[in-house]
């Protein structure tokens, strides 16, 4: 069954540096998606990417975060400059279509540590 | 704003026994509801979904069902196996034209032999 993988499965960072998380969305899905959830808390919503651009973004995902999907099979998640409060483990989901009742495919996620 | 309240747990069964999640909603239109569950090392995956009042979803012996008069998805399996040892997460997805899922904090299940 075709799924969704993510890399690196983890990742330690130094306050300040630059980290992209890469993503493999299912091969004919055209809708991706990023989320995050901070360690105890909910699964948070970040970013949605439809036809080589943003569709719907978060108050969380402001100018320190960007997408992109580079050639036609990742999408990567870029922190410019990490703080401490984006520790979290960020999840990566992918659907063939959009809209509400449309189900999602998660990765594995990434856990990002920043110190 | 769209919001997913669900019982927190962690939660332990033996084997066999009946299990309830409760999840209630709000949300300013008519939602679709999902239960996602992650096994321990795995990404999230969906368990099952509803998308109108009454709705019943079921998968793996687990059922819920949308009710809008208590705006309510509760999970449900008559006997659990240790299999079912994961964290299970309550969402929705509200707007036609926005796909973002909006998550319960999740619940650990453990279940022993």
């Known amino acids: 069954e075709p799924e969704v993988t993510q890399t690196p499965s983890h990742q330690v960072t130094q306050m300040g540096q630059e980290v992209i998380l890469r993503c493999v969305p299912i091969?004919?899905?055209?809708?991706f998606y990023w989320y995050r959830q901070i360690l105890g808390q909910k699964v948070e919503f970040l970013v949605s990417f439809y036809n080589n651009e943003i569709s719907e973004k978060s108050e969380i995902f402001d100018d320190q975060f960007s997408v992109e999907r580079p050639d036609g099979s990742n999408f990567t998640l870029k922190i410019r400059s990490t703080k401490l409060e984006d520790s979290a483990m960020y999840f990566c989901?992918?659907?063939?279509?959009?809209?509400?009742?449309?189900?999602?495919?998660f990765g594995p996620g990434t856990r990002l540590l920043v110190l | 704003g769209n919001s997913v309240t669900q019982m927190e747990g962690p939660v332990t069964l033996s084997e066999e026994a009946f299990l309830t999640i409760n999840c209630t909603y709000t949300a300013t239109g008519y939602p679709s509801l999902f239960w996602y569950v992650q096994y321990p090392g795995e990404g999230l995956q969906l368990l099952l979904k509803?998308?109108?009042?009454?709705d019943k979803g079921s998968n793996k012996g687990f059922e819920a069902t949308y009710r809008k008069e208590t705006t309510s998805f509760h999970l449900e399996k008559g006997s659990v196996q240790v299999s079912d040892s994961a964290v299970y997460f309550c969402a929705l997805s509200d707007w036609y034209g926005s796909e973002k899922l909006v998550f319960g904090k999740g619940m650990k299940l453990t279940v022993n032999p």
């Open positions: 509803a998308t109108k009042a009454d």
């Open positions: 091969s004919n899905h055209l809708y």
């Open positions: 989901a992918s659907s063939y279509k959009g809209g509400k009742g449309e189900t999602q495919y």
